[in-house]
């Protein structure tokens, strides 16, 4: 069992990022991926589905998109990082991975250019959901077996529900081995239709129209062509997100949405026997908020505000009355303040079936967008 | 300058994941029913936190009338395909219904535009029939809100005929009306959702015909303090009046100027984020502000201060 973030990555070469939107899953990701790169080791590669345009434009994402591209040496050199090993980052353009998917899987070239071509395909790929969820487990999958790197952190796709990336997988394969897929492209292969299917036929046929029906017959028919290969990766991929060397990383903040997802999710990885390797508590305020020292402080200077002010008004230079109002604000706020910390400490004690490695990172002075924030993120993650 | 946004009949409500989008929606389907419209809210996601912000049980297909003029549903398309093809249809027979159900379970793995047509047709179809005078959509994020607006066109594009290509024609006619149909972006001060914002607007120009009605701010901190407060509190944490302080207040208070700092500069930034999303934004575009709470509260207590903030930036 692991102790500490670092131990856990040292033994690890997937590392799955989830959690609600929001929460800064994305931030995370690269920054696990900047540490391991910089204290273990090894080549590892952050593969992201939408980073923010600065942060990904200081590790020269932006160019490169789908590509697998280095984080260049001097980049680590600039902000005082010596990194043992190699960083490597690639964004998660979806209509690119699934155009790669169908040229691997294609029988011959006039099946892969019709499949290209047909305008489902494209629609399927470009415009709708679903379809990441799949290509993102499947992209992760050829990465990781192709033996390129030591350490893959993936940051996973922000989808409706955070299932729907862990069954995407077995949903494919099932899909592609259905009767129903199979019932459906007889019309196009042959004009036989029995009698009992013919009202689903018709039905279907007033509804859709004759065209579409045969736009999905012979969409399906092409894909069909690569069933086996496509069933057979499925598998493989769902595999490799139960296996040992694989790990989640549970991402939240402390506010009652993200946790509750949270929550779920860890609770859906053991009904899967999947490994929860940390929790990481995102953006926490910090713990002197709760401090009852400071409380009462913040209780006398409310109080005796008029007082104080008048006090230290000649030591600051302004008027007493200035001086009291400020001496108030400041109190009102770590009041205000100390609110939403008691409400997120409550949380976090109430919080059920945290991992070992529970992780919690204060809110930092400064938004993360190149590698020096990463590191110092980084940091605060490894433990 | 905004008082019509509530003027019009179908409001869909998008926004970054944990900026408070269902809190807005539920805030603002308030505001419609307390205003003396009849008004639906719809969750799509059905996540179950719109049920939450009204501290009520779990919502169904079938809408329930929470408090006066004001009713509450959640999503889900196979009863809405089953409504569909029961209403619009006229397909009496129920046995059709299970093979029918097979066939778009099925289109739908194939052309999901089929499920988030389902979805906005369910919700054009309030509209269309006049059931309420206003029907807020707690609608998908901001990666899947165009996907959502323009299933219609998506679907025209793939179905010349046939029932389901009529069917999205009158959809269209209402979601491209801005006099009937109107987007609102929840945003908070922070800089992912700042530039989710900036960019879901000018896709929300370029790809639907979906008019982009209002940008809501959630979550503004309050200033703390203007320049000469400021000063003063700097001069405060010197050396001299530090320790007076602490001989006054104790050893904490050193902990409670930190908290203030802290609230400073969260303010600050978010500001810079603030004035970027104003700056790219049309100027026309109305943008309504909603302060921190300070309570983490998703209840029905925080919708309604939220339906309170709101409701001055209406007037």
């Known amino acids: 069992m692991s102790t500490s973030v670092e131990h856990l990555l040292a033994a690890k070469e997937i590392a799955i990022a989830c959690g609600s939107g929001g929460v800064g899953k994305t931030t995370v990701a690269a920054a696990l991926g900047t540490m391991a790169a910089t204290h273990l080791g090894g080549r590892v590669l952050v593969l992201t589905v939408d980073p923010a345009r600065r942060l990904a434009s200081a590790l020269g994402l932006e160019a490169f998109g789908n590509a697998e591209t280095r984080v260049a040496p001097e980049a680590f050199a600039a902000v005082g990082l010596e990194p043992r090993g190699e960083l490597w980052v690639a964004m998660l353009d979806t209509k690119q991975s699934w155009d790669d998917l169908v040229r691997r899987h294609a029988p011959d070239e006039k099946t892969r250019d019709a499949i290209l071509a047909n305008p489902l395909y494209t629609n399927i790929t470009a415009k709708f959901v679903q379809s990441h969820d799949y290509i993102a487990m499947e992209r992760l999958f050829e990465i990781h077996s192709s033996g390129r790197y030591d350490l893959v952190v993936v940051d996973t796709p922000p989808t409706r529900n955070a299932l729907d990336f862990l069954d995407a997988p077995a949903r494919m394969a099932e899909f592609f081995e259905s009767r129903l897929l199979r019932w459906l492209t007889v019309p196009y292969r042959s004009r036989f239709v029995t009698l009992a299917s013919r009202p689903f036929y018709q039905m279907a046929d007033r509804i859709l129209g004759t065209q579409f029906l045969q736009d999905i017959a012979e969409f399906f028919s092409l894909f069909q062509t690569m069933q086996r290969g496509f069933v057979a990766r499925a598998k493989e991929v769902t595999r490799v997100l139960a296996d040992r060397r694989t790990t989640f990383v549970v991402v939240s903040t402390l506010e009652a949405a993200p946790l509750d997802e949270a929550e779920f999710f860890m609770d859906a990885l053991r009904a899967r026997r999947l490994q929860l390797g940390a929790l990481v508590l995102n953006r926490v305020l910090p713990p002197y908020l709760l401090d009852a020292r400071a409380t009462a402080a913040a209780d006398v200077l409310r109080a005796s505000a008029d007082d104080l002010g008048a006090d230290l008004a000649p030591l600051v230079d302004a008027p007493p009355a200035r001086v009291s109002g400020v001496l108030t604000e400041v109190a009102n706020s770590f009041s205000n303040f100390q609110v939403v910390a008691k409400r997120e400490a409550e949380q976090r004690a109430e919080l059920a079936g945290a991992p070992e490695v529970t992780v919690a990172v204060p809110y930092l002075d400064e938004d993360v967008h190149d590698l020096g924030g990463l590191a110092r993120l980084g940091a605060l993650l490894w433990g | ?315």
């Not at chain 2, 998908?140 to 219609?152: E, K, R, Y």
């Open chain 2, 1 to 315: 300058m905004s008082g019509s946004l509530l003027e019009r009949r179908l409001l869909f409500v998008t926004g970054k994941g944990g900026v408070g989008k269902t809190t807005v929606s539920a805030a603002l389907a308030l505001l419609g029913a307390r205003s003396g419209r009849r008004t639906l809210v719809c969750e799509v996601d059905a996540k179950g936190t719109l049920a939450a912000a009204y501290e009520t049980g779990r919502l169904a297909f079938e809408p329930r009338q929470l408090e006066d003029r004001l009713f509450a549903m959640a999503m889900n398309t196979e009863d809405s395909l089953r409504e569909y093809v029961g209403l619009q249809l006229r397909v009496p027979l129920l046995a059709r219904v299970r093979p029918l159900a097979r066939t778009l379970d099925f289109v739908a793995t194939a052309a999901p535009g089929v499920r988030e047509i389902l979805t906005v047709g369910k919700l054009c179809y309030e509209v269309r029939e006049e059931h309420y005078d206003l029907v807020v959509v707690d609608a998908v994020a901001t990666g899947h809100i165009i996907g959502q607006l323009t299933a219609p066109q998506a679907i025209q594009e793939l179905v010349h005929v046939g029932v389901v290509s009529d069917q999205t024609r009158w959809m269209r006619t209402i979601l491209e009306d801005p006099v009937l149909t109107g987007l609102i972006i929840v945003t908070t001060t922070e800089e992912m959702p700042v530039v989710e914002t900036i960019e879901l607007a000018s896709r929300v120009h370029d790809e639907t015909k979906v008019e982009l009605a209002a940008v809501v701010v959630n979550r503004v901190l309050p200033e703390l303090f203007g320049r000469a407060e400021e000063d003063v509190f700097d001069r405060l944490r010197g050396a001299e009046p530090s320790a007076r302080l602490r001989a006054e207040a104790g050893p904490g208070v050193h902990e409670v100027f930190d908290a203030a700092e802290l609230a400073v500069s969260l303010r600050r930034r978010r500001t810079e984020y603030l004035a970027a999303l104003r700056d790219a934004l049309p100027p026309s575009l109305p943008m309504l502000f909603v302060p921190e709470l300070f309570a983490r509260a998703t209840g029905m207590r925080a919708t309604s201060q939220v339906a309170s903030a709101l409701a001055e930036e209406l007037s």
